[in-house]
């Protein structure tokens, strides 16, 4: 009779591994831009998904229009779609002129739609990073 114990997935523990803010960042960064494509910012993905901060979808109408008010001004009318088409493609271009991986870079420093990673504390990330890559860290 063979006495070593048996694996039970209900009580495996993950270590907590111990990274700093931008490692973590770094690594979320990685794993959400395989969610954009060429048509769709992050934002788009991921309210689609409702997966991280929920992107487009985590606003109300009033509120998308205001955090985007310079598009929403030259398109009146415009059903709430097109206002997030438009501000997946504003970033999409901002990606392409500044050279950033995923619109949440260009938030950071730019602060047209968000305030990109400074919108997250690290407890928030924490939740991110287990949600998205599978295990806990604590950022110090």
């Known amino acids: ?24 960042i770094s690594r979320l960064r990685e794993k959400l831009r395989t969610y954009a ?3 769709h910012c992050l934002c ?8 991280f901060c929920k992107g487009f979808t985590a606003s109300s109408d009033a509120e998308l229009k205001t955090r985007f008010a ?29 050279g950033a991986e995923i619109c949440c870079d260009v938030e950071t420093k730019e602060h047209g739609g968000c305030d990109g990673w400074n919108q997250f504390d690290a407890e928030k990330l924490e939740g991110f ?3 998205l890559i599978g295990s806990p860290v604590k950022i110090v």
């Open 44 to 51: 788009s993905a991921v309210g689609k998904l409702g997966i």
């Open 1 to 24: 009779m063979d006495n070593a114990p048996t694996a039970n997935p209900e009580q495996t523990v993950l270590p907590i591994e111990h990274l700093s803010r931008p490692e973590v």
């Open 37 to 39: 494509d060429v048509d």
């Open 129 to 131: 990073h287990l949600a």
């Open 70 to 98: 310079w598009i929403a001004r030259t398109h009146p009318g415009a059903p709430r779609e097109k206002l997030e088409e438009l501000a997946s493609l504003y970033h999409a271009g901002r990606q392409e002129a500044t």
